[in-house]
């Protein structure tokens, strides 16, 4: 839920250090073991349900506590890095590129998913395509328009370039056949159905390819670096 208080982030850094502190089988988590969850299978073959998580029908809002207004004229992604053909797209250039739908999940890292989501955007495999990668391009840094409260801080989030194109990774200006809202990270935020999905970008301006691993702001304040649901993969210490 929003709040537009400074201390937000401070807040959540001491709730994700409880959380750390009481469960030891949610931090720096091993990915080597079976991936858990409860219901039918989905269209990947793991359990609807990752463990851990229950579902919700309503879409909660969670962010910095600063929802960016930013129009349709001024809105720019910059697409930099590790790549061979560097460009920043206007919102016009966003929507000439080729479009694409999807139905799938969407799992939060504070225990609730939901089911069923229509989206129509761009897969970032199609981004990639039009920027070429570098041979040694191996992650992603993702920047959104807002900010931690009360300073210049912006939020990013990273991904290894392998999953940001994977088929179900969309940067969605539509769901439910309705534009993006605003307080969901409108007019477009990148989504990460096989991952939490705070690893997707809400207002996103910036995707820079990289060949090392950066951070994102969750990233190094005890979120989990590789965030896999079905692995109850939420924290990290050290």
Known sequence: MSDNTPDLVERRQRYIQRQIEL??????VALDSHPEGSGPLNRDGLPRLPVGQHEVRNWPVLDLGKHPDVSLDAWRLELTGAIENPVTLTWEDFLALPQAEDV???HCVTTWSRFGNHWRGVRFKTIAELVVPTDDARFVLSTGYDSMPGTAIPYTTNLPLARAIEADVLLVHTWEGKPLSREH???CR????????????KWIRRIEFLPEDQKGFWEVRG???TAEPWFNDRYASG
């Open 223 to 225: 979120y989990s670096n």
């Open 185 to 187: 990270g409108g007019p």
């Open 104 to 106: 799938s999940d969407f």
């Open 190 to 201: 990148m989504i990460t159905p096989k991952l939490y999905a705070w690893k997707g970008a």
């Open 23 to 28: 469960d030891a089988r949610v931090v720096n």
